[in-house]
């Protein structure tokens, strides 16, 4: 029996896509431009095997990848607050909740106990995001913000289970929604909860070709039918 549902927030909840492209285009220039001698391809290659790396180990610092990058250069790295205060305000502007957030969020509140449990993205001197989006956070009753404060980010169990403690349910009650697969998906399924992989229609993305029987929704719209019946494509959910 489904008693939660539990979601992730960037590319769940809302959608930052246009904001992180445009920060990290922002970024990319900026750090190029401190370095002397260094092609724009190998700079460029470099960069992107390094944010990959990072993302893998769950480091989501952009102060310590950007570090990381002019170090690898010789460049001087200084301090690099301003850089991400700016980065985060980009992202920031350029942040909506999807359409349909807010009413399926109304719709489940109704019958589900809803969570959030969401990674910090490695911001220093930024507050979380959800902040901002009052709307979206009321009908939460659980928030874990997973990479600060001594918890470890997603996919760790502990930030699942911590929301799981505070909703007083258990993985197998729960639902978990999210977008990224090793993150959220694997992350949820290791603790018992059943996930749903969120693809969203609106969002560019090159999503990871994996295979797997976890359900894939395009909106949250799909979501309204929890707990008493699933829609097309959630049927398989034990």
Partial sequence: MIRAVLFDFGQTLVDSSRGFKT???????????????????????HYRETRRAFHERSEFSRAALWRAVLEHFGGRSGSLVQWET?????VNRHTRAFPETVPVLEVLSGRLRLGLVSNTQGQQHVAHRLAQFPDVQG???????????????KPDPRPFITCLDQLEVEASEAVFVGDDYRIDICGAAAVGMRPIWLQHHSVPRHWPAVATTVPRITSLDPLRHLPHRFPTGLAGLP
Avoid at 86 to 90: A, H, I, K, V
């Fill in 23 to 45: 920060a990290e285009k922002d970024a990319q220039q900026a750090l190029f431009s401190k370095l002397c001698d260094v092609s724009w391809d190998d700079f460029i290659g």
């Fill in 139 to 153: 009908w939460l009753e659980a928030t874990v913000v997973a990479g600060e404060k001594g918890m470890p980010p």
């Fill in 86 to 90: 700016s980065y985060w305000d980009t």
